[in-house]
């Protein structure tokens, strides 16, 4: 084989393969072209269940409400379900201690004043221990919590709160059913007193037991007056202290001149009372000596 042929042979070989290259390329530009028009001929259907902005915003504002409910509900901010007609007195019993009495109890007055309060009772008390203030809140029922949690923002250290409560609705619905009775028979009372009674006993006796039914109803009254003041009004009893550092007293001290003249008048006056107690203890004595004295200075002058 000469070296033409050879040549030839290599050269068809080298058009094969290109043919081959270029007719691959062809076939993967037309596999692109196909995706392509795949692509752009793609429709969406108008019931399409996708998420637009509106969506993604109502869902975003749901998890931030959901959050907020969360944090009210630690922070115990969510409204009461007690219901409304409820008659219930809440008192509390609280002790702290502060690091000065006086301006805390200045500071408390100012949140009970805001709060439309006001002290019943105040006690004020010191030893070699403490210094002491106790004294009796009168507040809202609504500002019940908040005043106790204003109190406890000017204490060092909470010794303890006791929250108590008692439901008085039975007693109040009871009491005003009553009343409500009592008011119904004073009416028929009256009417029986303005229509039927004719005679002066007749008169007499409607005026009596209006005068009696008159009385129940101002008792009646006045328990339901009690009752509501004591469920508006709650009481906080405070006990606040400051502790007071212990100085011993001083084992021995010199006295000084004033103390020492002081005490030697008392000391001299002390002995003139005693000097005039004894005589009057020996008296009789004293009598009997100055009798014989006389009596000897007689005899003697008469041996003269």
């Given at each position: 084989?000469n070296?033409?042929?050879?040549?030839?042979?290599v050269?068809?070989?080298?058009?094969?393969?290109?043919?081959?290259?270029?007719?691959?390329?062809?076939?993967?530009?037309?596999?692109?072209?196909?995706?392509?028009?795949?692509?752009e001929?793609v429709?969406l259907?108008?019931?399409?269940d996708?998420?637009d902005?509106?969506?993604?915003?109502?869902?975003?504002?749901?998890?931030?409400?959901?959050?907020?409910?969360?944090?009210?509900?630690?922070?115990?901010?969510l409204?009461?379900?007690?219901?409304?007609?409820?008659?219930?007195?809440?008192?509390?019993?609280?002790?702290?201690?502060?690091k000065?009495i006086?301006?805390?109890?200045?500071?408390?007055?100012?949140?009970?004043?805001?709060?439309?309060g006001?002290?019943?009772?105040?006690?004020?008390d010191?030893?070699y221990?403490e210094?002491?203030n106790?004294?009796t809140?009168?507040?809202?029922?609504?500002?019940?919590d908040?005043?106790?949690?204003?109190?406890?923002?000017f204490?060092?250290?909470t010794?303890?709160?006791?929250?108590s409560?008692?439901?008085?609705?039975?007693?109040y619905?009871d009491?005003?059913?009553?009343?409500?009775?009592?008011?119904?028979?004073?009416?028929?009372l009256?009417?029986?007193?303005?229509?039927?009674?004719?005679?002066?006993k007749?008169i007499?006796?409607?005026?009596?037991?209006l005068?009696?039914?008159?009385?129940?109803?101002?008792?009646?009254?006045?328990?339901?007056k009690?009752?509501?003041?004591?469920?508006a009004?709650?009481?906080?009893?405070?006990?606040?202290?400051?502790?007071?550092?212990?100085?011993?007293?001083?084992?021995?001290?010199?006295?000084?001149?004033g103390?020492?003249?002081k005490?030697?008048?008392?000391?001299?006056?002390?002995?003139?009372q005693?000097?005039?107690?004894?005589?009057?203890?020996?008296?009789p004595?004293?009598?009997?000596?100055?009798?014989?004295?006389?009596?000897f200075k007689?005899?003697k002058?008469?041996?003269k």
């Amino acid at each position: 084989m000469n070296a033409i042929t050879l040549k030839r042979i290599v050269k068809s070989y080298v058009l094969i393969f290109l043919f081959f290259i270029s007719l691959s390329c062809s076939n993967h530009s037309a596999d692109y072209a196909n995706e392509e028009v795949a692509l752009e001929n793609v429709d969406l259907r108008d019931d399409y269940d996708g998420v637009d902005d509106e969506t993604a915003s109502a869902d975003v504002n749901f998890k931030e409400k959901s959050q907020g409910w969360i944090a009210n509900k630690n922070n115990k901010t969510l409204p009461s379900n007690i219901p409304a007609n409820l008659k219930i007195i809440k008192t509390a019993s609280t002790r702290y201690k502060v690091k000065n009495i006086d301006k805390a109890l200045a500071e408390i007055k100012e949140v009970m004043y805001l709060n439309g309060g006001y002290i019943s009772e105040l006690r004020y008390d010191k030893n070699y221990r403490e210094k002491q203030n106790r004294f009796t809140i009168k507040i809202p029922k609504e500002n019940f919590d908040i005043m106790l949690d204003g109190i406890q923002k000017f204490a060092e250290e909470t010794d303890f709160v006791n929250i108590s409560t008692t439901d008085v609705t039975e007693k109040y619905m009871d009491a005003q059913s009553r009343l409500k009775t009592k008011l119904e028979v004073k009416e028929r009372l009256e009417a029986v007193l303005r229509k039927r009674a004719k005679t002066v006993k007749d008169i007499l006796a409607t005026e009596n037991e209006l005068r009696v039914i008159q009385e129940e109803i101002e008792a009646a009254q006045g328990k339901i007056k009690y009752m509501s003041s004591r469920v508006a009004y709650s009481t906080i009893q405070v006990e606040i202290y400051e502790t007071i550092t212990f100085k011993e007293q001083p084992v021995s001290y010199e006295k000084g001149f004033g103390a020492k003249a002081k005490e030697g008048l008392s000391a001299g006056w002390e002995f003139i009372q005693g000097i005039a107690i004894a005589i009057l203890y020996i008296w009789p004595i004293i009598i009997l000596l100055i009798i014989g004295f006389f009596f000897f200075k007689r005899w003697k002058k008469a041996r003269k």
